[in-house]
């Protein structure tokens, strides 16, 4: 395997380059432009991002526009890299981020309170809505993680966790930040119709507004100790993004391979750990260290360090945000956004508009109503009839499917018995895996020959089964037949198909050469074709592909004589070949089962 994925290779650099520089460009910008909550380094990276994509500058730096996998741009692989590595480093450095010092006892007693009811409302309504619009549920995790916690931050942290698409993400962050844009305007007459003092008024702006300088800026338009109220309350809200990360993580542990079965350990991400742990450390260090010099220029660089991360993952998600899928989902998502954010605007404001009266058991009274009747929306409109129903209609409107969506899907064709010829081929033509969805791919040890890996994803009563294989660098096949059909496509990389045919006793002949374009289908008759999967360039290839029925005998393969160059064959040129079984694993006739790993043995008492 070599080197960890969290090393960045050379064919990196290109992509974590733009995007860094787009993201610098954008730090820049805000310190150069006059302050105001309506500006953010993260919003303009993200603008930056979409504006190169979408205009001529996209001829300019020589990058194409995104298609599902982005490839075969020259960026490609840089900008997964931002995506998953350096979006990990600046959650892990945000931990230092967390100042406790804000709370008291009766302050926090409040903001726990209220946050208790306030942000599960939130999630019921964001999901009810969602599935009622049509709206991705990662995409409707994302709406509601950035409006329950801490706007662009939360977004950035729970997609790698949801399965939720780049372009995905780039739409959560614009309808987070519209929506504290919204809380700018208009927070603050609510709050004085209300009678609200400074203080109350700063913690219900920290409490329901999205964004933390757009938070603190409504609790500074208080008065007052409103702005540090904010600060207290939306403080509170980063510390639950943990917590909330291991219930995304946990909720959402249907994204792997089926026979995996992990502990809460195993599906807690890494990073959380080592966001808990600065977290830790910044309340210890506040503690050891208090106003040191020294401990504020390491904070200092830490913020520094954040925002320079952060918004070199905003210009790489602006980069995937074509303007015709930020359209086509912006409605929608804003819909949910905006009803996420009126949950948490409504239910903050009557609890503490209750407890500003001294009615605290009024104000639990209000939030758990107001709890249940979000609980109960949510359990109606996404019962297992609801979700089915709103699945098959983005199937057939030709929307991208996660990985996690098209194996519920073929169960559900499968038990309908529709799996046709044509529907498979729109499923895997719509594939496209979500952020995260192939480390099990990427991490396989399960052999599938020389220089190839393999995971089964799904396996179907019918003999179908979804399997995806990683081939490394160079690698080939050698000339092959399955022992069953094969409907698949590129995703990753760069893979060249050579086709053969048999012209006389031990005699065959190269028929065909393909480079297979990406999202483009290929298919093989099984013991009928074949054929020789050859990965061109020094990138790892990644295909994913639904693999028919067994015809019930071993797959064939060639031993040509002579020691030949396959791989510098004309068209036309024939060879000799002695033909025998195919011994590698998924080619003797015993299924997709082969690509599962192990069932590790249960410990013993």
């Known amino acids: 395997m070599g080197r960890p994925q969290w090393i960045p290779s050379r064919a990196d650099a290109a992509g974590i380059g733009l995007a860094a520089a787009l993201g610098a460009l954008s730090l820049a910008l805000v310190r150069a432009l006059p302050p105001s909550p309506l500006l953010s380094n993260v919003l303009i990276a993200l603008l930056l991002g979409a504006l190169v994509i979408n205009t001529p500058l996209r001829g300019v730096v020589r990058i194409t526009l995104p298609g599902a996998e982005r490839e075969p741009d020259v960026y490609a692989t840089g900008l997964r890299f931002t995506g998953k590595w350096v979006l990990r480093a600046g959650i892990i450095a945000m931990g230092l981020e967390v100042k406790t010092s804000f709370f008291g006892r009766v302050e926090l007693a409040l903001i726990g309170g209220v946050a208790l009811v306030a942000l599960p409302s939130a999630y019921f309504v964001a999901h009810a809505l969602g599935v009622a ?50 809380a700018l305007l208009v927070f603050r007459p609510i709050a004085v119709a209300m009678g609200f003092d400074p203080a109350f008024s700063g913690i219900w702006s920290g409490l329901a507004v999205n964004d933390l300088s757009s938070a603190v800026a409504v609790g500074a338009q208080m008065g007052g100790a ?62 050891a260290f208090g106003a040191s010099p020294a401990w504020d220029t390491l904070l200092a660089g830490d913020r520094l360090l954040v925002d320079l991360l952060m918004v070199t993952v905003s210009a790489s998600i602006g980069l995937h945000l074509g303007l015709r899928s930020l359209l086509a989902a912006g409605v929608p998502a804003a819909a949910v956004g905006g009803g996420a954010s009126v949950t948490m605007a409504g239910i903050t404001l009557g609890m503490i508009a209750f407890a500003a009266r001294g009615a605290g058991a009024a104000a639990a009274l209000f939030g758990v109503t107001g709890l249940a009747l979000a609980f109960v ?4 409109a996404t019962t297992g009839q609801a979700e089915e129903t709103s699945l098959k209609r983005r199937f057939q409107s030709g929307a991208p499917l996660a990985l996690a969506e098209a194996t519920r899907l073929l169960d559900l064709l499968e038990g309908e018995g529709t799996l046709d010829d044509a529907t498979l081929r729109r499923l895997v033509h719509q594939l496209h895996p979500a952020i995260g969805e192939l480390i099990p791919i990427r991490e396989s040890r399960l052999p599938h020959g020389e220089g190839c890996r393999w995971v089964t994803f799904w396996e179907g009563k019918s003999g179908w089964a979804l399997v995806a294989v990683c081939r490394e660098p160079r690698s080939a096949t050698p000339i092959h037949a399955h022992p069953h059909r094969l409907i698949g ?39 009928a074709s074949l054929h020789l999967i050859h990965v061109v360039g020094g990138g790892t290839a990644i295909d994913l592909q639904l693999r028919g029925p067994e015809a019930g005998t071993p797959g064939q393969r060639l031993s ?21 079984i195919d011994d590698r694993p998924g080619q003797g006739g015993e299924g997709a089962s082969a690509g599962r790993p192990p069932v590790q043995p249960s410990p013993g008492p």
């Not at 931050?153 to 919204?182: K, T």
């Not at 002579?562 to 036309?572: E, I, K, M, N, S």
């Open 133 to 182: 619009l049509g709206v991705r549920r990662p995409l409707a995790d994302l709406l509601a993680g950035g409006t329950m916690i801490c706007g662009a931050s939360a977004v950035n942290a729970i997609a790698p966790i949801s399965g939720a698409h780049r372009d995905e993400q780039g739409v959560a962050l614009a309808v987070v930040f519209l929506f504290s844009v919204v």
């Open 226 to 287: 409103g702005g540090a109220m904010a600060a207290a309350a939306k403080s509170f809200r980063v510390l639950l993004l943990a917590p909330t990360l291991v219930v995304f993580s946990l909720v959402r542990q249907d994204r792997g391979p089926k026979s995996v079965r992990k502990s809460i350990v195993e599906h807690l991400p890494a990073f959380v750990l080592g966001y808990v742990a600065l977290a830790v450390a910044r309340a210890l260090g506040d503690r």
């Open 377 to 380: 929306a949510h359990r109606v």
């Open 489 to 527: 496509k590129t995703i990753e990389g760069v893979m060249e198909e050579l086709t053969f045919q048999e012209r006389g006793h031990e005699t065959f002949a190269l028929v065909g050469r393909k480079v297979l374009g990406h999202n483009e289908l290929c298919e093989t008759d099984g013991p």
């Open 560 to 580: 040509p004589t002579g020691g030949l160059d396959v791989l510098g064959l004309r068209v036309g040129d024939t060879f000799h070949a002695a033909l025998e």
